[in-house]
């Protein structure tokens, strides 16, 4: 139950960081960057319906349409942040309505209408999750086709953001090319940070008093390997283990303290796959 709730919250926390990105940043300053949001903007020009109300009603047709076509299985995360996040749109614009950007500075507005919704969409990508929109879509395209969806979802961006230029002005269209082209890198950036592990070989004479710290006091497993140095002859071996950063920390102060003759190669990974970490 603890896992649950730690889950659910996350899903709501990182929905609700979304949200406030898209409606003090991105709706404003009409950045077109984005999907059903970057839509939205475009929509909300016509006078017909604001940005907010366009996402909330975009999303749930959306949403109708995965539960038709995708089934019951795929309502269960991406349902309740698509839900939340709508609700979160249309609730900021009625209880703190915006005419105009929060400063006068567009490039600093868009960092913040890129970083907010990508640390978001990190995180519910990181659990397994996503907000709808035009994920729904890929979802549903992937299922019956073997089309290029990264290619087909780009292409739409890119044509989304290139209208902004014309029913906006060519400042703003080129502020959202840039949002374009730096949002999908930024939240590979920060499924990598949140994913980032350290991997160790670590080269000694007596792997025994390490194995220990890592299996008793890391609660890690650990690997060796039978070695033979190169220059001495002499027979060594290698301790292949995986570790958060906080105990590749505590592992390399004791090895510094404990066996100074060892040979530590570190690496960074973001992509550690079984047992204490991500499963397959």
Do not use: W
């Amino acid at each position: 139950m603890k896992l649950k709730i730690k889950y659910f919250m996350l899903l709501t926390i990182s929905t609700i960081i979304m949200a406030a990105g898209i409606y003090f940043f991105k709706f404003p300053n009409n950045f077109t960057f984005g999907g059903i949001t970057g839509l939205a903007v475009l929509v909300a020009k016509t006078g017909l319906i604001s940005a907010s109300d366009f996402s909330f009603v975009a999303n749930i047709l959306l949403l109708i349409l995965g539960l038709l076509v995708l089934g019951k299985g795929f309502a269960a995360k991406t349902a309740y942040c698509t839900i939340l996040l709508s609700v979160a749109l249309s609730a900021l614009e009625r209880i703190y309505p915006m005419s105009a950007p929060l400063t006068n500075e567009p490039m600093l507005e868009l960092v913040f209408a890129i970083a907010l919704p990508s640390v978001g969409s990190a995180i519910l990508f990181n659990l397994g999750a996503s907000s709808g929109g035009t994920d729904v879509i890929a979802m549903i395209v992937k299922k019956y086709t073997s089309f290029d969806i990264g290619s087909a979802l780009l292409a739409s961006d890119f044509f989304i953001t290139l209208a902004g230029c014309f029913i906006f002005d060519i400042k703003t269209g080129l502020y959202s090319f840039v949002g374009l082209a730096v949002r999908s890198f930024m939240i590979d950036g920060f499924i990598e940070s949140l994913n980032l592990s350290k991997y160790f070989n670590i080269v000694c004479s007596d792997p025994k008093p390490i194995c220990d710290f890592i299996e008793n006091t890391l609660h890690r497993g650990a690997t060796i390997v039978n070695a033979k140095g190169a220059f001495t002859g002499q027979d060594k071996y290698i301790i292949m283990t995986a570790l958060s950063r906080v105990e590749a920390v505590k592992l390399r102060n004791y090895i510094k303290r404990n066996s100074p003759d060892a040979f530590l190669l570190i690496s960074n990974t973001s992509e550690i796959i079984g047992k204490g970490f991500h499963s397959v």
